[in-house]
Nanobody
Framework: QLQLVESGGGLVQPGGSLRLSCAAS???????????IGWFRQAPGKEREGVAC????????NYADSVRGRFTISRDNAKNTVYLQMNSLKPEDTAIYYC??????????????WGQGTQVTVSS
């Protein structure tokens, strides 16, 4: 089955930037170019929140209102990788970020096959 691996999280000051990466596990034998891939996040004590989703071709994207204008999702199918560029980060962006198949929507029930997650902490 599709297995995804996230990377790029870390500690950043408010106003800073991070870029997350999502790749298909080599062991899974899958490539990402057939799938809409996205990101959702979960902060301590909060519900999961769909953040962004990009179509298989990269021609269509969707964003949560909370990140629109600050985050950009993109993909490089030649590199079998999806990215989430996060700018102007705020403390409320602190969460574990998961890469997953999103099936064209940021509704949380549309995400499946997520990876192990990567921690993003925004703090001074």
């Amino acid at each position: 089955q599709l297995q995804l691996v996230e990377s790029g999280g870390g500690l950043v000051q408010p106003g800073g930037s991070l870029r997350l990466s999502c790749a298909a596990s080599a062991a899974s034998g899958f490539t990402l170019d057939y799938y809409a891939i996205g990101w959702f996040r979960q902060a301590p004590g909060k519900e999961r929140e769909g953040v962004a989703c990009i179509s298989s071709s990269g021609g269509s994207t969707n964003y949560a209102d909370s990140v629109r204008g600050r985050f950009t999702i993109s993909r490089d199918n030649a590199k079998n990788t999806v990215y989430l560029q996060m700018n102007s980060l705020k403390p409320e962006d602190t969460a574990i970020y998961y890469c997953a198949r999103c099936r064209g929507s940021i509704a949380i029930e549309m995400y499946d096959y997520w990876g192990q997650g990567t921690q993003v902490t925004v703090s001074s």
